[in-house]
Every structure is written in structure tokens, then in C-alpha cells.
């Protein structure tokens, strides 16, 4: 599967912005999928994570309340609704994919990333 991720940009402390994650391929809905970011000179962190079928979600604690991971898998789309954004949630936001995955917040768990998307956030 190949991941398209989008809707990054520069907002200010407070705002909002909506990811989104378009995958290819006719298998969409059997990929567990998750967004990850990553700040300047620090690694990789777990967002969120969903379900294949969308029933389950869970997020990281420090998005929790103000981020929300959802998909559409008619349309093949991930998105993440991301609200009362902060400076710290400055990042390269990551969509990923992983098969057979129920969801899990561990990057080994997701053999599929896309290029990313950067959100920059001002105080």
C-alpha cells in the first residue's frame, strides 16, 4: 500500500488543522493505521492509532482531548483532526500502515509509511 499524507501547514497556538492520509491500493480496510511525528532533533513518537474497521481508537496522552484519529475506508483515508494545536505539537506528522495490526502505538508495528506532512505551530 502507498500513503499519501496532506493538510499540514503553518497555523497559530490554539488553531486547528485536519491530516489526511489517502492510501492506495483495494485493501485499505485491512490496515491498521496510525500517525506518528517527529519533531526537530528528537525522535519518533506515537499520535494515534485505529482500528481496521474504525471501531477502536487510542492516542497518545499528550494529544489526548484535542486530537482525533478517524478513517473513511470507502475512501481509503486516514485523517487526523488535530485541535487547540501548541508550539509542541510543531512535527512532521507520519500516516502509517500495518497489516494484520489491530492498532499499536510501536512504529515496528507498521511495515508502511507515508513521505509526511509539516505542521508548524506558532506561539
Known amino acids: 500500500v502507498q500513503l499519501q499524507a496532506s493538510g499540514g501547514g503553518l497555523v497559530q497556538a490554539g488553531g486547528s488543522l485536519r491530516l489526511s492520509c489517502a492510501a492506495s491500493g483495494r485493501t485499505f480496510s485491512s490496515y491498521g493505521m496510525g500517525w506518528f511525528r517527529q519533531a526537530p532533533g528528537k525522535e519518533r513518537e506515537f499520535v494515534a492509532a485505529i482500528t481496521r474497521s474504525g471501531v477502536s481508537t487510542i492516542a497518545a496522552d499528550s494529544v489526548k482531548g484535542r486530537f482525533t484519529i478517524s478513517r473513511d475506508n470507502a475512501k481509503n483515508t486516514v485523517y487526523l483532526q488535530m485541535n487547540s494545536l501548541k508550539p509542541e505539537d510543531t512535527a512532521v506528522y507520519y500516516c502509517?500502515?500495518?497489516?494484520?495490526?489491530?492498532?499499536?502505538?510501536?512504529?515496528?508495528?507498521?511495515?508502511?509509511w507515508g513521505q509526511g506532512t509539516l505542521v508548524t505551530v506558532s506561539s
Open positions: 502509517a500502515a500495518g497489516a494484520g495490526t489491530a492498532y499499536s502505538t510501536r512504529s515496528s508495528s507498521y511495515g508502511y
